[in-house]
């Protein structure tokens, strides 16, 4: 705006033409719209080669609105003034604001890639955050680096850079790294400054005095608030989730399937991104435990491996973390998100195989210790709780277990606890030797192999989670199946949804809800239905 105390204001030009009409976009400035076209007169600044220009005072000649965005035209500027030769203007991400980045090297096809979070951008570059193995990638300075950028509603972007100058943080292990870009197109950068200047207004949100009149930016739309355009989260599509907390809950197995895609490429487990996703899983735990448990088999779109690490954390937090410490919660859960990651590392052949050897056993035990090599950057994970939940939570207690066959008293009290929350989840799916097993089966199971799994974690198991858990699929005396979303005090069903069949809950095979008077509606359980979610 042209008054002596205005602020400068984002906005992106999308259309030039000479001596007739500039044409903007004003989406992120639409408080002042009201102004503007009243005839307030307004100047823009940008870059354009290296140098600042300015344009004398212009005025709106029209403004539309076109797919939710305002696009504006003023008369071309006659003249305009070259004010200095400086860097880019550089929009900062704000905490909060989290937009991940991968780095990827000449080699990326056979591994060489680092994955972290971009601080801020210019026209020019970028800087991002990365781990400190990235410095790997880093090393190939003859050619320029692939950056790929991912915003929280899915909207995706890649552009080649050149690493210009980097700084270690050694406290948190990582690197701060600054990037030219080379080799845009013109299309490349009008969305670079598309990217700025969203990344200026929802960062400008954060500020008290301009919360209330600007709008969010939609590329910061988080997954259940997003409008249509935005329900995606990379290649998911979060309307097909059964629940408002299955679509939460998505973020978390999006962070998961990348997690698995970088440890394969040899990357260590992100610090940054496990703890902003355990504390993602407490907060909605905090929030709605029940839930937040059904939601967990609701994933069924998810990869296994990301299935089941989701659901032994939300169960084995639920069972034991009522009375502990949130920083040791914490751990438990990002244990229980990543301790089966390591699978991912070992030949997958040993999966495949029609009979289970002596050296296939060998090599399943392998994972651990791969996993808990790539821990060594998460700093804040406590390493007692790590070596409980990851390390102990395949022993026995009769020493047949592994890594270490380690026996009875040895185990931790936590190690016997995941054990049998482990046993129960993977039970609960489908798997090449046998089909799902419902709660009551493997009840059974666990209570004929005292041996094996501590007698007194499989009864509070039973005692907190009931006979007919939360996310089962229950067939009721009126032959109506419906999933259970709610237990009473004493473990009766007090809210479910019915199901159309014996299949994983989607939104687009689940009926009625119905609380209270389940029994009156339906009749008693006759049984669980057994079903691989």
């Known amino acids: 705006?042209?008054?002596?105390?205005?602020?400068?204001?984002?906005?992106?030009?999308?259309?030039?033409?000479?001596?007739?009409?500039?044409?903007?976009?004003?989406?992120?400035?639409?408080?002042?719209?009201?102004?503007?076209?009243?005839?307030?007169?307004?100047?823009?600044?940008?870059?354009?080669?290296?140098?600042?220009?300015?344009?004398?005072?212009?005025?709106?000649?029209?403004?539309?609105?076109?797919?939710?965005?305002?696009?504006?035209?003023?008369?071309?500027?006659?003249?305009?003034?070259?004010?200095?030769?400086?860097?880019?203007?550089?929009a900062e991400l704000r905490m909060g604001m989290v937009v991940s980045a991968l780095v990827v090297g000449e080699s990326g096809e056979s591994g060489e890639s680092a994955q972290g979070e971009l601080r801020d951008l210019s026209q020019d570059g970028c800087q991002l955050e990365l781990p400190?193995?990235?410095?790997?990638?880093?090393?190939?300075?003859?050619?320029?680096?692939?950056?790929?950028?991912?915003?929280?509603?899915?909207?995706?972007?890649?552009?080649?850079?050149?690493?210009?100058?980097?700084?270690?943080?050694?406290?948190?292990?990582?690197?701060?790294?600054?990037?030219?870009?080379?080799?845009?197109t013109s299309e490349q950068e009008r969305q670079i400054w598309y990217f700025v200047c969203e990344i200026e207004r929802e960062a400008a949100r954060y500020k008290k005095e301009a919360q209330e009149e600007r709008q969010p930016s939609p590329l910061f739309e988080q997954p259940g608030k997003c409008t249509p355009d935005t329900e995606h989260i990379g290649r998911r599509d979060i309307r097909r989730y059964a629940t408002p907390m299955a679509r939460r809950l998505v973020k978390v197995a999006a962070y998961l399937d990348a997690q698995l895609l970088m440890l394969q490429q040899g990357s260590d487990i992100d610090s940054r991104q496990l703890s902003r996703n355990a504390d993602r899983l407490l907060m909605l735990h905090e929030e709605d435990r029940e839930g937040l448990l059904f939601a967990s088999r609701c994933l069924s779109l998810e990869p296994l491996l990301v299935r089941h690490g989701i659901a032994v954390a939300v169960h084995l937090l639920d069972l034991v973390g009522a009375k502990l410490p949130r920083d040791v919660r914490k751990a438990i859960v990002a244990s229980g998100l990543v301790h089966d990651l390591g699978k991912a590392l070992i030949p997958q052949v040993v999966f495949k195989a029609p009979n289970f050897e002596a050296t296939h056993r060998q090599a399943l035990s392998e994972h651990v210790s791969l996993l808990m090599a790539r821990l060594h950057t998460c700093q804040w994970l406590s390493a007692t709780v790590a070596q409980a939940v990851i390390g102990g939570i395949n022993e026995r207690l009769d020493g047949s277990g592994y890594p270490a066959g380690i026996t009875g008293d040895d185990i931790n009290e936590l190690a016997k606890a995941s054990a049998v929350v482990d046993v129960v989840e993977a039970m609960r799916r489908d798997r090449p030797d046998r089909p799902a097993r419902a709660a009551q089966q493997i009840y059974r199971h666990l209570l004929a192999h005292p041996h094996q799994f501590d007698r007194r974690w499989m009864r509070r198991y039973v005692e907190h989670f009931k006979v007919l858990p939360v996310g089962s699929l229950a067939l009721f005396s009126s032959d109506q199946l419906a999933w259970i979303l709610r237990l009473d005090d004493s473990g009766a069903p007090a809210e479910v949804v019915l199901a159309q069949a014996a299949e994983p809950p989607m939104r687009d095979n689940l009926g009625s809800v119905l609380r209270g008077d389940v029994f009156e509606r339906l009749g008693k359980p006759v049984r669980e239905v057994a079903v691989s979610t």
């Open 132 to 184: 400190l193995t990235a410095s790997g990638v880093l090393a190939e300075t003859q050619s320029s680096l692939k950056l790929a950028f991912t915003f929280p509603n899915g909207t995706y972007f890649e552009v080649n850079g050149v690493a210009r100058h980097q700084k270690t943080d050694p406290e948190r292990h990582m690197l701060r790294v600054g990037f030219r870009f080379a080799g845009c």
């Open 1 to 90: 705006m042209a008054t002596p105390d205005a602020r400068p204001e984002p906005v992106v030009l999308m259309e030039q033409h000479a001596g007739e009409t500039l044409v903007m976009d004003l989406s992120s400035v639409d408080y002042l719209l009201s102004r503007l076209q009243q005839g307030e007169q307004f100047f823009l600044r940008g870059q354009s080669q290296g140098k600042v220009v300015r344009t004398p005072l212009l005025s709106l000649t029209e403004t539309r609105r076109s797919g939710g965005r305002f696009l504006c035209c003023s008369n071309y500027p006659s003249s305009v003034e070259v004010l200095q030769r400086r860097e880019s203007y550089r």
